[in-house]
């Protein structure tokens, strides 16, 4: 059973912080432990049984700092279970359909094993 599940998160405007703070919500409430932390100020994912990364969608490529938290991570993501979301499809049919992972988020799957990706709707 997973205990501790990290959310981290790449954001400019706040809305993929509130969407993986609203993940963590719903973790928290099936029994889980669960925090939802800027991905930015993560120094260690050591101590967390499964991670969730999401990360603002701008002109096609992920958020920075979501990017080069894979990057810095990458050996330790790829040892726990591992779930990717992106935000800012600001599409009518983002809420309609699956939206499939940017390029460089889809390499990054690839590399380390993710099986699961969703793309949430944004917001101005």
Same mark, same amino acid.
């Given at each position: 059973?997973?205990?501790?599940?990290?959310?981290? *998160?790449?954001?400019?405007?706040?809305?993929?912080?509130?969407?993986?703070?609203?993940?963590?919500?719903?973790?928290?409430?099936?029994?889980?432990?669960?925090?939802?932390?800027?991905? /930015?100020?993560v120094t260690?994912?050591?101590? *967390?049984?499964?991670?969730?990364? $999401?990360?603002?969608? *701008?002109?096609? =490529?992920?958020? /920075?700092?979501?990017?080069?938290?894979? =990057?810095?991570?990458?050996?330790?993501?790829?040892?726990?279970?591992?779930?990717?979301?992106?935000? $800012?499809?600001?599409?009518?049919?983002?809420?309609? /359909?699956?939206?499939?992972?940017?390029?460089?988020?889809?390499?990054?799957?690839? /590399?380390?094993?993710?099986?699961?990706?969703?793309?949430?709707?944004?917001?101005?």
């Amino acid at each position: 059973m997973l205990n501790k599940v990290l959310v981290a *998160y790449g954001t400019t405007n706040g809305s993929t912080a509130r969407i993986a703070e609203t993940i963590a919500e719903v973790l928290c409430k099936e029994a889980m432990m669960a925090e939802a932390v800027p991905a /930015r100020s993560v120094t260690s994912v050591e101590s *967390y049984d499964a991670v969730m990364v $999401g990360g603002g969608l *701008y002109a096609g =490529r992920w958020h /920075r700092d979501a990017r080069r938290f894979v =990057r810095r991570h990458g050996r330790a993501l790829a040892e726990r279970p591992l779930r990717f979301f992106s935000s $800012g499809a600001l599409v009518a049919s983002a809420s309609e /359909r699956n939206i499939p992972p940017v390029p460089g988020v889809k390499r990054a799957m690839l /590399r380390l094993g993710v099986e699961e990706h969703v793309t949430f709707g944004g917001c101005l």
